[in-house]
């Protein structure tokens, strides 16, 4: 067993530390080491966007991420993207138009579509289906998810104006 | 006892409800199977068949078994007491290999599970799997079903050289005379490739032994919880009532977790060796080389009419693709296929011949539409053929040949009764909605223009709400239990297994109107048999269809019940259950559902012949299965350069019978036509001839991404079913039965001016371009 590294990292806006293996994933320390759970794993080699998180901004699958990359980084995961105890204009425009069944793809969906519109406020349909196009859902054909994500622009939008 | 006038409560019923199970969902709280971590749990990871065939020459496990952090290693010698994994289904004449968990001197399929290795954690695991040391002796392998049962293929198994698994006859009406009066024969090999079903969250199992009490509970990723704690019980040797299954959240099934796997029992077993709690998470290559794929047909259709076209008859040689073992339902899902096969239209007479071949590949079984799908596309290819061959439009062709209104309930050349139908009512509904003559003349002018644009139609049927318990395998009904609380709050338990279908909602629907109180009194628990009483599970669009009405008539006797307590806190022989209360008809007083509930506990005083407590349970055997139906159009032009398909528009009119929640009924109906066209366009499992799988992870099987799936634009019409109380025909495959023959018979339209006639899935850019290219050659 390889000696493990200590970590010092912010995460959802708090200070964190944590022990891993240096070939341990970041995945594998949010879920397991810090047990925040609700970032996914569908197939930990970069192809289904479950695993989406934010690193210093940044849209990164966290399955492709050493956990010791995360030293000195802020990282943005599911749990950090409501604003306090009120739900992020995403999660209501999810909520509202049903984007999600099974759910297990929607953490990554949240936080990849958080990224962009921070970046753009304003992206057009094809926009936001190829900036969506690393995060796979099997179970609502997109067309709910574009929907929703163009709902959540116009509000953000609407507020920030 | 208040007297208040009775607040009428509107019906929830058909509105577009919230779903109930999105709060947790979209704040990353939900607790899958994988989010799961018991004290003291160790990690499995398995050691799988690099190869399609072989003989395990010799298998050493003492470098792993040393190494630190493993804790146990176990192979298909330590589990000989564990008994095969299951095959539900039953044919004459099956050959059933035996499907031990793990190997025991052969393997079979690449991902052939060999040994588990347990330890500390899942890295030491996979350390632990990669020093075992295995001499393989490889033999040949075969994994083309067509060539399988040719004669001269390697036997997959050696007792069975022939690879034939069964063959299986249906023949109705008098198809020799059909044949001899037609006008018209059409001829088509079609396929329908296999598919990796690709639930976006892999399987995964918890397996917990209580070593004082003997007991096992199992966390699994399961659409059929109670079927696995049954046959788990029994392959374990444990008794049932201590084996408890839970599923927990489920990332998603289509169809692919409706079955009992070898990894299921083989972490019961670990769990009971070591006495520890074990977690196995399948990786994605392992869920593409084992977890079941789908379709894997060969048909050869052929159509007989007149020239009127008039459909007189069909024939179809099937040859499914089966892999080297049963699943579950393996060798049931081609005879769905033969069932569906007149599709929508009234012809009697069929004959179907459909030859189960082993090969050296991961076993098929049901996804998403189960042998429907494949029914479907032939027919609906066929009927398209058949147009083009006499020269008639294909709307014109559908209409001359549909089950006529005043014909249901309507026998069909199969054996199935269809429940209702209005089969032209969607077709109509969808050429409107798309203005189909004005379609048709844009087509006339991009083919002036030499541009390649088509339109595709189907009209599907489908079987749903599996189904009466003579014709599926474990029992067909499914079960509910409505338990009102003392201070009148409400609990459902449903026997189904709700996975991303939304049922914790539409069955807090139901309940709400039935017992006309809010929804935040309702909870809905699903997925746990130490709770739920026993169901048989959620696939094959059953959930509300069957379950839902499972869960109707529990709330009538419970309804019963409470207007007994009614009756009597109110002392009145003449009282009515409304708005969640009971009211005195005579005096207008009335008693809320949270005071009868509470009396029945009490229980100072028992109405006649009335027991206390407030807890139904019902199961409930559908009398027939249902038929919803529906049309899909897909407009579609070709890139002549690149051969690329793109839809342009997508039309989906549904009949589903009556609709609990739009919201969720347009999800799954989008979801649907995207996994169909996931096989029009992108997907398809290959194994080379080594039986080696080549797509064996997502970037090379091509599950359609954001940008690969157009808006779906959908509409209804309503017939409602008359087999459950509900009016619900099932709306879980609806998509994926209508989209694929849609899409090729665009693609066929769009070709057509270069005489192509058919063309089969993928239908990827690279084969249209080989098409075009010897077009114009
Ligand atoms: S788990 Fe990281 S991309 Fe799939
Ligand atoms: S909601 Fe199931 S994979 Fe997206």
Known sequence: MQS??????????????????????????????????GTKEGCNDGNCGACTVTMDGRVVTSCLVLGVEAAGAEVTTVEGIARGSALHPLQRAFLENAALQCGICTPGFLVAANALLEAEPDPDEQRIRLWLANNLCRCTGYDKIIRAVQQAAREMRGANA | MATTTITKTEPLVGKRIRRREDPRLITGAATYVDDIKLPGMYHAAILRSPHGAARIAALDISRAAAHPGVVAVFTGKDITGVGPVPCGASLPGLRVPVHTILAQDRVYFVGHPVAVVVASDRYIARDGVDLIDVEWDVLPAVSDPEKAIA?????????????????????????????????????QRITSQRLIPTAMETRGVVADFQTGDKALTLYSSTQVPHLLRTLIALMLGLPENKTRVVAPEMGGGFGSK?????????????????????????????????????????DYFEIAAKRDGTILGMKLKLIQDIGAYHQLLTPAIPTLSVLMMPGLYKFQNIRAHVVGAFTNCVPTDAYRGAGRPEATHGIERMVDMLAAEIGMDPVEIRLKNFVANEQFPFS???????????????????????????????????????????????????ICAFG?????????????TVKIDPTGKVTVMTGACPHGQGEETTFAQITADELGIPLDDIHVI?????????????????????????????????????????????????????????????????????????????AMKLPPNTSPGMQVTNFWEPPNFTFPFGAHIAVTEIDRETGAVQVKRYFAVDDIGNIINPLIVDGQLHGGVAQGLGQALYEQAVYDENAQLVTGELMDYAVPKATMVPWIESDHTVTPSPVNPLGVKGVGEAGTIGCSPAMVNSVVDALRPLGVKHVDMPMTSEKIWRILNSAQA
């Open chain 2, 151 to 187: 004669g001269d293929a390697p036997a997959v198994h050696p007792e069975w050289p022939d690879n034939i698994a069964f063959h299986h006859h249906q023949e109705n009406g008098n198809v020799d005379d059909a044949f001899a009066q037609a006008e018209v024969v059409v001829k």
């Open chain 2, 258 to 298: 409706l079955n009992v796997y070898a990894e299921e029992a083989l972490m019961g077993f670990v769990a009971m060796k070591i006495g520890k709690p074990v977690k196995w998470i399948e990786s994605r290559r392992e869920n593409y080389l084992t977890t079941i794929h789908g379709r894997g047909h060969v």
């Open chain 2, 412 to 462: 069909t050349a199969t054996g199935l009764v269809y429940d209702s139908g209005n089969y032209a009512a969607p077709l109509m509904k969808a050429l409107d909605l798309v203005d189909y003559q004005g379609l048709r003349a844009q087509q006339k002018k991009a083919r002036e223009e030499g541009r390649l644009m088509g339109i595709g139609i189907s009209t599907y049927g489908e």
């Open chain 2, 526 to 602: 699903r997925g746990d048999t130490a709770i739920v009483q026993y169901g048989i599970g959620t696939f094959g669009s059953r959930g509300t269809a069957v379950g839902g009405a499972a869960l109707y008539f529990a709330l009538q006797e419970v309804k019963a019940k409470l207007k007994r307590y009614g009756a009597m806190l109110l002392e009145s022989d003449d009282v009515s259950y409304q708005g969640g209360q009971c009211v005195c008809n005579k005096t207008g007083r009335t008693v809320s559902l949270a005071e009868m509930s509470g009396a029945s506990y009490r």
């Open chain 1, 4 to 37: 493990k590294v200590h970590v010092q990292t912010t995460i959802n806006g708090e200070p964190r530390e944590f022990l891993c293996e240096p070939r341990q994933s970041l995945l594998e320390c949010l879920r397991d080491t810090l047990g925040l759970t």
């Open chain 2, 468 to 480: 009466p318990s003579p014709a599926t395998p474990a029992g067909g009904w499914e079960s509910a």
